[in-house]
């Protein structure tokens, strides 16, 4: 498995459809598959996603990203 690094995500997030796992604020992880970015907030520690299938937004910190489309995210 590759690894990216999470102050990379910026760099190719904003490219187009992507899935990733995240750790939701209760602790559980979500898999978030067929997304785009909707927003990214450079100055922040937050991105809006957007789930194709359903239109639902929700909004991630960055910190939580564990994969980013099969690549192992580290701090």
């Keep these: 498995m590759s ?35 909707t927003s990214f907030h450079s100055a922040g520690r937050t991105l809006n996603i957007k789930f194709i299938p359903s239109g639902q937004i929700r909004t991630v910190r960055r910190c939580t990203i564990i994969n980013y489309n099969g690549q192992e995210v580290s701090l």
């Design 3 to 37: 690894i990216i690094n999470l102050s990379n995500i910026h760099k190719v997030i904003e490219t187009g459809e992507f899935s990733m796992l995240f750790v939701a604020k209760e602790g559980n992880i979500v898999s978030a598959d067929r997304c785009i970015c």
